[in-house]
């Protein structure tokens, strides 16, 4: 069934359309707003708890690693992840993030952390087993940066925790959640103008056509 | 003006979008002269706007669709008239790409190439060419709609385009806006003798303009010739798929039947405020009776939206009361209550949308209605009078008045505008609420569906419901037999210096749609006698904060956070910041450093004495004295970072990204833009979570709520974002060759000098704590 679809022959390009660029960018501006919101939901609350827990409070913190995994999804160009995630930093910085510039260095690592997954799969490969291994990738990110400014003199044993609690989290929040978005964006057509959605469209016309062939085949029988 | 007006061609022309296995337009064959002013008319999905994007060639290249026949300007590829073309989309958010409107008239210049000297001509002349005279630092944001759009208009003038392509420009605006922008493009197209092409469904704005009308339907060019001529042999079949062609109203629905009932809502001495906007003094006294139907007119930025958002409990009133249906202020319900007694319809229905599927948005309606039982025992909802039982009409009969039989299945977001607003006009009515609350009900409406929007309505009515409605068309207020509340134009605008013989109609900034002001972009470039933080260029305060903090990582000792942190405080002063603003800034860093620190304490590498050891915990002298470090640390790379990030213009921050990093044109400006819209967002934003509460969703958990929002504002943000890519397409974005960056970024001494100090800072600190000993290296520190 599935090899009768039609399937483009010719890879599709790696270089960034005006569309891509300006869509990458304003997700990147939607995910700084939606950091802003989670800082100021998350944080105040949490902090104090945060202290004294193991490492295991990394277990939220792929919030701010979905734009990375999103933007690469939808965008599927090289350097999308960095891009996107890069944008986001920037803004929620400007929107009075409380770490200043800083939240740049942290937005390109983690960025990074899944841009080089999408790069070793040689930007062909955009399912869901590619989502959440760039999520755990923009995890190793979130680690790196945070191991060396906050917790450079931990024990090692928080460290584990903290590195596997932060993969996990991207795992399920970055990867498997940027994935499920973007299947609900395809839903509603916004993403017309770009291969993920043409993609589900195609699917679903052809859902469509064997659903109103089923109907028919009821009707006459 | 250097060329004269540009032909345009299209031979057995047609467009395959990529996805799509039917052509959207086939074997279209057209010509249009020099000079010729042209009206193309359709029903929507004819493909209309497909064509004039083509022209601009803006369509994009074979990953998005297959070409087939040949489409020309100046006989031409359209790919050799980069720049000749030029094009008017309908929503003026998607074309205004700077913050600062004279810098977004420069764009499309800076974009091709153009000499400064010619662009800063053009900056000039291309505004006072459509009517705009503002002053030099206008935002775009802060003027209305009208003047918006005719900003955008002058963006295109600023290209010297020898044809103009007008996508609806004026179906986004007020009367007083269509007035505006018409009269504009009438003057510049005889003055300059350009070809003009305008896709528009009101054929009276533009009839008198056009000397030529032509008529696509089903991809395929129908009629075509004199307006007279095309109006008189087609009108009644134009008018029957929906096109408003003059002389041919649509189908009226019968005056009120029933008498006037109780009074469902009542509003005292009501002022009102827009979400983080100034209030408005209505001093309104309202009675809403069942059986009545109340239009709230008034120009744009009088408080129509926000009026109906307070009456509607989803906005808290400024001063005053409202009473509604016996039960109190509707500000204090329930969610669940709210869907069930009122029914709201947003200016934007795409910020009501809470299901997968048409069919479930509908669903989504019913179940307040069921959700109301209590309500109805109580005999609150009873006060509608007796000729209807209130129940809902089934969803699908429903779907079926409402034209989307076809679309049940499909997802909200991708309907039309049309469609989108019917659908939530139909929401409304699903839940049988006996007051609905609707804001431009048939915005973006054919004749035809107009004429089934203003039916339902006049039923809504007729059983005993009542409906408050902000609307600018005077056309429904009268087929309805509406009572007229006319709010009053509001105050003199602050920002926007329209010519005096246009102020009476072209006011304000729009707090309707609410405002836009930007923070982004608050600070203006910086003059001579701001402060040295205010001065810096943006890539040295970027390149201040992040470069020694590299150094400072390397090590975890107190001495070298220590010294970094001393001789940091000596020096931020002499950025000039005010102390108070800067301890604001920091105030987060001081509360979140002890907490890692307090982490460290308890998880830091034990070493000398332990005082307390459990679990993973272990409190020692060692793990003290690294929580410390620790402390001081976060302290010496955070708090230059937030001193040295002075809330940067992101007009500013990108000419530096661009021009002294040399980034990627192509993405620093991509990033600029869209951080115009963050301001849009961010009222998308409130505007959904409003919306959930009216669908009677608000009373769910958090987390659902949240994801619910975030998933929308990331529809919006998409649909947003590919809108502005056409509007940047077609202002020479992604051109290649090189850019004119007209505004200068200076580096200058200062920022060498303060990149400098800040490395030395670190250097010096590090290099203190090797001589002293204490260089304790992280890399160590992990691997031990």
């Given at each position: 069934m599935v090899t009768t679809a039609p399937s483009p022959t010719t890879r599709p390009s790696m270089r960034w359309r005006v569309v891509d660029i300006v869509v990458a960018s304003v997700l990147g501006v939607a995910g700084g707003l939606v950091f802003t919101l989670w800082n100021l939901v998350y944080s105040p609350l949490t902090a104090p708890i945060e202290a004294v827990l193991p490492g295991l409070q990394a277990l939220v913190y792929a919030v701010w690693l979905f734009p990375a995994v999103l933007v690469g999804l939808i965008v599927r160009k090289p350097g999308a992840a960095l891009y996107g995630e890069l944008?986001?930093?920037?803004?929620?910085?400007?929107?009075?993030?409380?770490?200043?510039?800083?939240?740049?260095?942290?937005?390109?690592?983690?960025?990074?952390?899944?841009?080089?997954?999408?790069?070793?799969?040689?930007?062909?490969?955009?399912?869901?087993?590619?989502?959440?291994?760039?999520?755990?990738?923009?995890?190793?990110?979130?680690?790196?940066?945070?191991?060396?400014?906050?917790?450079?003199?931990?024990?090692?044993?928080?460290?584990?925790?903290?590195?596997?609690?932060?993969?996990?989290?991207?795992?399920?929040?970055?990867?498997?959640?940027?994935?499920?978005?973007?299947?609900?964006?395809?839903?509603?057509?916004?993403?017309?103008?770009?291969?993920?959605?043409?993609?589900?469209?195609?699917?679903?016309?052809?859902?469509?056509?064997?659903?109103?062939?089923?109907?028919?085949?009821?009707?006459?029988? | 003006m250097t060329t004269a007006a540009a032909s345009l061609g299209a031979h057995d022309w047609g467009w395959t979008p990529a996805g799509r296995s039917t052509p959207v337009l086939d074997g279209v064959d057209l010509s249009i002269a020099p000079g010729e002013r042209v009206l193309l008319l359709g029903a929507s999905g004819s493909g209309k706007s497909t064509l004039l994007q083509a022209w601009a060639g803006v369509l994009g290249g074979s990953d998005e669709g297959d070409q087939r026949g040949n489409l020309t300007v100046d006989d031409r590829p359209v790919a050799e008239s980069r720049g000749r073309v030029g094009l008017l989309l309908q929503d003026p958010d998607a074309q205004l790409v700077l913050a600062r409107a004279r810098d977004d008239v420069a764009f499309g210049p800076e974009n091709l190439g153009v000499p400064a000297a010619q662009i800063a001509e053009r900056v000039d002349s291309a505004p006072q060419a459509v009517g705009l005279d503002l002053p030099a630092d206008a935002e775009g944001a802060r003027l209305s709609g009208g003047q918006r759009q005719r900003l955008a208009l002058a963006g295109v003038l600023a290209l010297e385009p020898a044809a103009l392509l007008l996508d609806e420009p004026t179906a986004q605006l007020d009367p007083a806006g269509v007035v505006d922008v018409a009269r504009a493009v009438d003057g510049l197209v005889r003055e300059r003798a350009l070809t003009l092409v305008v896709v528009e469904h009101r054929v009276e704005v533009w009839a008198a303009l056009v000397d030529r009308v032509v008529v696509l339907d089903d991809g395929r060019v129908v009629a075509d010739g004199p307006v007279e001529e095309v109006l008189a042999e087609q009108g009644a079949e134009l008018s029957a798929r929906g096109v408003w062609v003059p002389g041919r109203e649509p189908e009226h629905p019968a005056a009120a039947s029933a008498l006037r009932g109780d009074v469902l809502v009542e509003a005292a001495r009501l002022d009102v405020q827009p979400a983080g906007g100034e209030p408005i003094p209505l001093g309104l006294d309202l009675e809403v009776r069942a059986g009545e139907i109340v239009a709230l007119t008034g120009p744009n930025g009088s408080g129509k939206s926000t009026l109906l958002l307070t009456l509607a409990g989803l906005l808290p009133p400024a001063a005053g009361s409202i009473e509604a249906l016996a039960a109190g202020?509707?500000?204090?319900?329930?969610?669940?209550?709210?869907?069930?007694?009122?029914?709201?319809?947003?200016?934007?229905?795409?910020?009501?949308?809470?299901?997968?599927?048409?069919?479930?948005?509908?669903?989504?309606?019913?179940?307040?209605?069921?959700?109301?039982?209590?309500?109805?025992?109580?005999?609150?909802?009873?006060?509608?009078?007796?000729?209807?039982?209130?129940?809902?009409?089934?969803?699908?009969?429903?779907?079926?008045?409402?034209?989307?039989?076809?679309?049940?299945?499909?997802?909200?977001?991708?309907?039309?505008?049309?469609?989108?607003?019917?659908?939530?006009?139909?929401?409304?009515?699903?839940?049988?609420?006996?007051?609905?609350?609707?804001?431009?009900?048939?915005?973006?409406?054919?004749?035809?569906?107009?004429?089934?929007?203003?039916?339902?309505?006049?039923?809504?009515?007729?059983?005993?419901?009542?409906?408050?409605?902000?609307?600018?068309?005077?056309?429904?207020?009268?087929?309805?037999?509406?009572?007229?509340?006319?709010?009053?134009?509001?105050?003199?605008?602050?920002?926007?210096?329209?010519?005096?013989?246009?102020?009476?109609?072209?006011?304000?900034?729009?707090?309707?749609?609410?405002?836009?002001?930007?923070?982004?972009?608050?600070?203006?470039?910086?003059?001579?006698?701001?402060?040295?933080?205010?001065?810096?260029?943006?890539?040295?305060?970027?390149?201040?904060?992040?470069?020694?903090?590299?150094?400072?990582?390397?090590?975890?000792?107190?001495?070298?956070?220590?010294?970094?942190?001393?001789?940091?405080?000596?020096l931020i002063p002499l950025l000039g910041i005010p102390a108070r603003l800067l301890l604001h800034r920091i105030a987060p860093i001081l509360i979140a450093a002890p907490f890692a620190a307090l982490t460290i304490v308890f998880y830091g590498q034990p070493s000398g004495t332990v005082y307390a050891e459990f679990w993973l915990v272990s409190i020692s002298d060692g793990s003290l004295e690294l929580a410390l470090a620790t402390l001081l640390r976060i302290l010496a790379i955070a708090v230059p970072a937030i001193a040295l990030f002075s809330r940067p213009d992101a007009t500013r921050l990108g000419d530096a990204l661009g021009q002294n990093l040399r980034l990627p044109s192509r993405f620093v400006l991509g990033g600029v833009a869209a951080l115009r819209l963050l301001t849009v967002l961010r009222d998308d934003a409130r505007l959904l979570e409003r919306a959930r509460r009216a669908r009677g969703l608000g009373d769910h958990g958090r987390v659902r709520r949240a994801a619910s929002l975030v998933f929308a504002l990331l529809v919006l943000s998409i649909r947003r974002g590919s809108a502005l890519a056409i509007g940047m397409e077609a202002r020479g974005f992604g051109a290649p060759g090189p850019r004119t960056w007209i505004r200068p970024s200076p580096w200058r001494a200062s920022d060498t000098a303060v990149v400098a100090t800040a490395v030395l800072v670190s250097a010096a600190a590090v290099t203190t704590a090797v001589l002293v000993g204490t260089f304790n290296p992280v890399i160590g520190v992990v691997g031990g």
């Open positions: 944008v986001a930093a920037a803004v929620s910085a400007l929107l009075g993030g409380f770490w200043g510039w800083t939240a740049l260095a942290w937005g390109l690592v983690q960025g990074l952390g899944a841009e080089i997954v999408f790069a070793i799969l040689l930007y062909r490969a955009w399912g869901l087993v590619p989502a959440i291994v760039a999520g755990v990738g923009a995890g190793v990110g979130l680690t790196i940066m945070d191991l060396t400014f906050y917790y450079a003199a931990a024990r090692p044993e928080f460290m584990v925790v903290y590195a596997v609690s932060a993969m996990l989290s991207g795992a399920v929040i970055a990867g498997l959640g940027s994935w499920l978005i973007v299947r609900g964006l395809a839903r509603t057509g916004a993403l017309s103008r770009f291969a993920a959605g043409r993609e589900f469209a195609l699917q679903s016309e052809r859902e469509a056509t064997s659903a109103d062939e089923a109907v028919e085949h009821r009707s006459t029988s | 202020a509707p500000e204090r319900w329930s969610s669940a209550d709210l869907a069930a007694r009122f029914g709201v319809v947003f200016q934007n229905p795409e910020h009501q949308f809470v299901a997968g599927t048409v069919r479930d948005e509908l669903a989504v309606g019913q179940r307040a209605y069921a959700g109301a039982r209590g309500d109805r025992a109580h005999g609150l909802v009873a006060s509608r009078a007796g000729s209807l039982d209130g129940s809902p009409a089934p969803a699908d009969a429903l779907i079926a008045r409402l034209g989307l039989r076809r679309l049940g299945g499909v997802s909200p977001f991708s309907l039309s505008g049309g469609e989108q607003r019917r659908l939530s006009v139909g929401t409304a009515l699903a839940a049988a609420p006996p007051v609905l609350l609707l804001d431009e009900p048939t915005f973006g409406q054919d004749s035809r569906t107009w004429a089934e929007l203003a039916a339902l309505l006049a039923e809504h009515r007729d059983a005993g419901g009542a409906v408050v409605m902000a609307t600018h068309d005077r056309a429904l207020v009268e087929a309805l037999g509406a009572r007229e509340v006319a709010l009053p134009a509001p105050g003199a605008p602050e920002l926007v210096s329209a010519r005096p013989t246009q102020l009476a109609n072209t006011p304000q900034p729009n707090p309707d749609t609410p405002s836009h002001a930007s923070t982004a972009s608050v600070s203006q470039t910086p003059s001579r006698s701001a402060t040295l933080g205010d001065r810096l260029n943006p890539v040295a305060s970027i390149a201040a904060s992040l470069v020694p903090a590299l150094l400072l990582v390397t090590t975890i000792d107190v001495v070298s956070a220590a010294v970094a942190l001393v001789l940091q405080l000596l």
